[in-house]
């Protein structure tokens, strides 16, 4: 439990099925207060609300309190959510909602705690809920359409803000993968995207990028830094460079690997996130000098992962030792969260949440592509074959075990984890040869199919890897050890959604590139190979 919650007069109880035991024996109902470390408005709500004597002697009273770190526990965070952090949450003893809010001050915590205690004498728990996406089964599952990749193109013309950047007319977040797969397809709006970016959320005096920005015009900002945006941004500005040359994409690139390498940097991993500093210090560098704002050093694997991935991704394009020392290092740590295939979402936590399990993959196969680790690729697969044999239901994807407190029983199947599934898939039936591992990432995104027509530029990440699963994805083969020059040519010759296969031992010192039924001959220099690349896409 965070020190915020230990200090408060509030008697917090960690989730679990002991404490919902514990409420159904009381007869009351649950507070459940779902926080974050680096959560500015949760923090100011413990101080002004939970701290109020009357307020914590009402809660402790008449509620079986309970505090979730929502980092610490993704499933429990993704069905209570109300909308934002904190959430504040009344549930029956079983889990189901009463109702909910996002931060209270003491006047609407006092409303809200005696309108539900009438609601609770009047009716018990018959007045509790279950959300919809919990309740409806599995997701509206079809036929793969082959023009979702052009449809979703679409929506990003329809939504993107042709005066600020950006995709919608609210609250600006960078949208990684989205950026990502407008590259290939329309890249002046993922580079002027980028370039605000790089304008507003980019942290000038110490590296790094700030969460989003509240303001259309990318006013407003959010400044914690999650370990998660600043992995994926560096993954996509080490892209926008690899596709572009611009020095400009590279520079944040390089000082996000250097805050990711010092200021986040546990010793076994990278840590979670560093909460914001105070309001005033963002005016100008000078203000900011001795004030480090706190950091969660808890190294959660699906966060480790996406890092890993990142880090190779920009050493694959610059030869930046820093970043592959740092992601063989943090890789390690992510091996000792592996047992038979299942990841662990933390030392200690719970296992195999499909995003763990994911992301594993996908920062497991990118070892193999870069540093040609044969050993990760072979981990990969465990950890491939155990999220298809254990959270594949035969139409989808759960997010987890169909086990646990409340509503963490209840399977809940997330679209964008299905996506970073199906995507690492694709890469892992590349390089292990098995097209099983294709067929199942097909299976994730047809899960969803039915309902393709209404996605909007927030998931273009499923026209990527439709994409990817149609003719046009490009692997090159290389029958050269990694590191060779010839496989750093084919890492830079390839566009960033491409595979690359490094020392394949039926190739013999040569290159082959390959595009659906098209391929290239044998390319023996990386010039040769650049040349026979260009003139594969020239016939295409």
């Given at each position: 439990m965070d020190d915020s919650a230990a200090e408060s007069p509030?008697?917090?109880?960690?989730?679990?099925?002991?404490?919902?035991?514990?409420?159904?024996?009381s007869g009351r109902p649950v507070l459940l207060?779902?926080?974050?470390?680096?959560?500015?408005?949760?923090?100011?709500?413990?101080?002004?609300?939970?701290?109020?004597?009357?307020?914590?002697?009402?809660?402790?009273?008449?509620f079986v309190p309970v505090r979730?770190?929502?980092?610490?526990?993704?499933?429990?965070?993704?069905?209570?959510?109300?909308?934002?952090?904190?959430?504040?949450?009344?549930?029956?003893?079983?889990?189901?909602?009463?109702?909910?809010?996002?931060?209270?001050?003491?006047?609407?915590?006092?409303?809200?705690?005696?309108?539900?205690?009438?609601?609770?004498?009047?009716?018990?728990?018959?007045?509790?809920?279950?959300?919809?996406?919990?309740?409806?089964?599995?997701?509206?599952?079809?036929?793969?359409?082959?023009d979702v990749e052009g449809q979703l193109v679409g929506r990003l013309e329809a939504e993107f803000d042709a005066e600020h950047g950006g995709w919608g007319d609210g609250p600006k977040f960078p949208l990684p993968r989205t950026v990502e797969f407008a590259l290939k397809r329309e890249r002046e709006q993922a580079t002027r995207t980028l370039d605000a970016v790089r304008r507003h959320l980019f942290d000038d005096y110490e590296g790094g990028f700030f969460r989003y920005a509240a303001g259309r015009d990318w006013s407003e900002i959010a400044h914690e830094k999650l370990l998660d945006t600043n992995a994926a941004l560096l993954r996509t500005f080490a892209n926008a460079y690899l596709a572009t040359g611009e020095e400009h994409y590279r520079k944040p690139a390089a000082r996000t690997v250097g805050y990711l390498t010092t200021t986040l940097w546990t010793g076994d991993g990278f840590a979670a996130s560093q909460a914001p500093g105070p309001e005033e210090s963002y005016g100008s560098p000078g203000a900011r000098e001795g004030a480090i704002p706190p950091v969660d050093e808890v190294v959660l694997a699906d966060r480790n992962?996406?890092?890993?991935?990142?880090?190779?991704?920009?050493h694959a394009y610059t030869d930046d030792e820093t970043a592959r020392r740092f992601a063989e290092r943090a890789l390690e740590g992510l091996s000792g969260l592996i047992d038979e295939g299942s990841v662990a979402h933390f030392d200690g936590g719970e296992r195999s949440v499909l995003a763990d399990q994911a992301r594993t993959i996908e920062a497991l196969t990118t070892a193999c592509e870069v540093l040609g680790d044969r050993e990760a690729l072979s981990t990969a697969r465990e950890v491939a074959d155990h999220t298809i044999e254990t959270l594949y239901d035969g139409t989808a994807f759960r997010d987890g075990p169909e086990a646990g407190a409340g509503l963490c029983s209840r399977a809940l199947y997330p679209l964008d984890t299905a996506i970073e599934l199906a995507d690492a898939l694709v890469d892992l039936a590349v390089l292990a040869d098995e097209p099983r591992y294709r067929e199942h990432a097909h299976g994730a995104l047809s899960a969803f199919a039915a309902a393709s027509g209404r996605f909007g530029a927030e998931v273009a990440s499923y026209g990527t890897v439709a994409s990817r699963l149609g003719e046009d994805l490009l692997t090159i083969r290389v029958g050269t050890p990694a590191g060779s020059d010839l496989h750093r040519a084919a890492l830079r010759i390839a566009d960033h959604e491409a595979v690359v296969v490094p020392d394949d031992p039926a190739l013999n010192g040569v290159a082959l590139a390959r595009v659906g039924e098209r391929e290239t001959g044998t390319a023996r220099t990386p010039a040769a190979l650049e040349r026979q690349v260009t003139e594969l896409f020239v016939e295409i």
């Open positions: 509030v008697e917090w109880r960690e989730w679990g099925e002991k404490t919902l035991a514990a409420a159904q024996e207060s779902l926080s974050a470390t680096w959560c500015a408005d949760c923090h100011e709500m413990d101080e002004e609300t939970y701290a109020n004597p009357g307020i914590a002697a009402n809660v402790n009273e008449g979730v770190d929502v980092d610490r526990h993704p499933r429990v965070r993704d069905r209570y959510n109300m909308g934002g952090f904190p959430s504040t949450v009344f549930c029956t003893p079983d889990g189901r909602i009463l109702t909910g809010a996002t931060a209270l001050g003491p006047e609407g915590m006092r409303q809200v705690l005696e309108r539900i205690r009438e609601v609770w004498n009047e009716r018990g728990e018959e007045a509790g809920r279950v959300p919809r996406a919990l309740r409806d089964g599995t997701p509206p599952a079809g036929e793969l359409r082959s992962a996406l890092a890993i991935d990142a880090l190779l991704t920009y």
